[in-house]
């Protein structure tokens, strides 16, 4: 079975300070490692995603998350926060190049001036 | 690119009738297309897979007579959720692969339905 994490339902930063949303898995397998993004009463977008390759990967935004196989993990993060970034942010986990995804129970980001 | 569009958006109804969200990929055809409820300010849940062509496979948890899953055709799946109830509030979301990719790691997901019930 697979699991995710996600330390922190809430993450408040200022405008212009680094983001750094927390993101934790648990896998018997090579997961496939996702972040989604989610505005208020709209779908997901997808910010990024892990499957092969290289560990550091690089979204839309200007968000990266990084996996770190030996800490089971895969953060998110932006270098700096813009307040069009304040939504509720998701990380999943999918095994086996399945296409299930097991959600976090999400972080929801506010930027302040 | 690739769309996934549920219909309708929104959607009030009277406890113990049902009503249908559908669920269409718009310029690809999935033969698996996912079903997802979330709840206010929770998470999303996996409800069912729905497979073209045969039954869906439900979690657990999930009653299957109440929420009968249809996937008729290769672009489009559809949820009812039958003698709703207030409790059945929630915001559905599906989600759909191209069959054409090799590997599942393109995911689209829909941009929801908020169903009401009163």
């Known amino acids: 079975a697979q699991s995710v994490t996600q330390l922190g339902s809430h993450v408040s930063v200022s405008e212009g300070a680094l983001v750094l949303l927390r993101c934790n898995y648990s896998?018997?397998?090579?997961?496939?490692l996702f972040w989604y993004v989610q505005y208020p009463n709209q779908g997901l977008q997808l910010l990024l995603k892990?499957?092969?390759?290289?560990?550091l990967v690089k979204g839309i935004n200007g968000f990266e998350a990084e996996f770190k196989k030996s800490e089971t993990s895969f953060h998110l993060t932006k270098p700096s926060a813009h307040m069009s970034d304040a939504a509720e942010y998701f990380c999943?986990?999918?095994?086996?190049?399945?296409?299930?995804?097991?959600f976090g129970t999400g972080t929801q980001l506010k930027v302040e001036l | 690119g690739a769309v996934v569009s549920q219909h309708p958006s929104w959607v009030i109804c009277k406890s113990g009738t049902s009503v249908k969200i559908e669920c269409r990929s718009l310029?690809?055809?999935?033969?698996?297309m996912f079903w997802y409820r979330q709840f206010p300010k929770q998470s999303l849940m996996l409800m069912a897979t729905?497979?073209?062509?045969?039954?869906?496979?439900?979690e657990q948890g999930v009653e299957k007579d109440k929420f009968l899953i249809n996937h008729a055709s290769l672009t489009l799946s559809t949820l009812t959720v039958t003698s709703a109830h207030p409790e059945d509030s929630s915001f559905y979301i599906c989600?759909?692969?191209?069959?054409?990719?090799?590997?599942?790691?393109?995911?689209?997901f829909g941009e929801g339905s908020w169903l009401t019930v009163v």
């Open positions: 729905s497979n073209e062509g045969s039954k869906a496979t439900y």
């Open positions: 892990y499957t092969t390759g290289a560990t």
């Open positions: 989600s759909a692969t191209p069959t054409s990719e090799s590997s599942g790691n393109t995911i689209y």
């Open positions: 896998s018997s397998v090579p997961p496939y």
């Open positions: 999943a986990v999918s095994t086996g190049g399945g296409i299930k995804l097991t």
């Open positions: 310029d690809f055809q999935a033969t698996t």
